[in-house]
Nanobody, 129 residues
Framework: QVELAESGGGLVQAGGSLRLSCASS????????MGWFRRAPGKEHDFVAA????????AYGNSVKGRFTISRDNGKNTVFLQMNNLKSEDTAVYCC??????????????????????WGQGTQVTVSS
């Protein structure tokens, strides 16, 4: 089992940057494919980014491509989301999620939220225009 805790959210002006972190306690994150999702008020969860176990493969939602970067440091049990050129429509609660995955699937990543086994409470990102 893994427990996830996000941090790094806050209030930023449009065009600014934030770096979110997702740290785990319990089992090492190196056994998990990871993803970031976001939920704006009154909307469904939106796929943001995903990364494979070792970080060799990544994927991004269309609305964040070219602006956001997902990365991970398995030695520190942490996954990051670097967000640049933020827009008001990026305002949401951002959650990281983990999927326990076999070593032979280490290159896999998942864009569907139902694929994940664990998730954190989320961190609020607010972008003012």
């Amino acid at each position: 089992q893994v427990e996830l805790a996000e941090s790094g959210g806050g209030l930023v002006q449009a065009g600014g940057s934030l770096r979110l972190s997702c740290a785990s306690s319990g089992r090492s994150l190196s056994s998990y494919a990871m993803g970031w999702f976001r939920r704006a008020p009154g909307k469904e969860h939106d796929f943001v980014a995903a990364i494979s176990r070792r970080g060799s493969n990544t994927a991004y939602g269309n609305s964040v491509k070219g602006r956001f970067t997902i990365s991970r440091d398995n030695g520190k049990n942490t996954v990051f989301l670097q967000m640049n050129n933020l827009k008001s429509e990026d305002t949401a609660v951002y959650c990281c999620e983990a999927r326990d995955i076999e070593q032979y699937r280490e290159g896999y990543y998942y864009a569907g939220r139902t694929a994940y086994d664990y998730w954190g409470q989320g961190t609020q990102v607010t972008v003012s225009s």
